[in-house]
């Protein structure tokens, strides 16, 4: 079952990645989705070297101990959908919004902790998930607004 959902997954997120890159913000997007990747990759290794969860089911186990699909693809869409859904927000409402991804990834990956094999939380809990999924999009947001102000697209 849990290969079918990374299966779905992994296809889900080729098929919107078109529809989120697209103009305008295209470069901004792109570093956006390339910063997310790297950022969750660095966060999900150090995560799990320090055995705080761990991905009983993963795309390619004997090569990597994270989930790839999450890290490289499925994280950093869902921050492309969220610089795009805050790009001209001050920073109250950016915080407000923040809050609508936060809270439902903490609430969904609980729910998936308890109910799938996709991963396993041994010194996690959802309050984790939350601070983490907030620090991720809010340095990614920065960057995005960095960005926008260098480029001068403001």
Known sequence: MEKLMLRGLFILCLLLFPFLVKKPHFKEMLIVFFSKGVLATLIDA??????????PVRPFPKIFSTNIIFDVLFFPLLSMAWVRQSYNDNIPKILLKSLTWSVPMSLSQWYLERN???FKWKKWSPFHTFGSVSFTLLTIRALAGLVKKVDGTH
């Open 46 to 55: 150090y995560v799990v070297n320090t055995k705080r969860v761990e991905y």
């Open 116 to 118: 799938s094999k996709l």
